[in-house]
């Protein structure tokens, strides 16, 4: 029987280290290999926060503000 798992560990460790900033929401959101498709419901959050904190043209390696986080 075959399974397909789906690891988001190093997802999370990205996450959860020091300050949370624009730069590590990217970082995270591309960490994730998923060439079919298969966890984008799950990642399209993290995308439509990241561009988010785009248009509230947020530095980089500022902290995100509370709402965002």
């Avoid at 419901?41 to 986080?69: F, H, N, R």
Wanted: charged content about 30%; hydrophobic content about 45%; some cysteine.
């Amino acid at each position: 029987m075959d399974t397909l798992e789906i690891n988001f560990d190093k997802f999370l460790k990205k996450v959860d280290e020091g300050t949370f900033t624009k730069r590590k929401m990217l970082s995270a959101i591309n960490s994730v290999f998923d060439p079919l498709g298969l966890v984008s419901p799950v990642l399209i959050t993290g995308k439509i926060l990241y561009s988010i904190a785009c248009l509230k043209q947020l530095p980089w390696d500022d902290a995100v503000p509370e709402e965002i986080k």
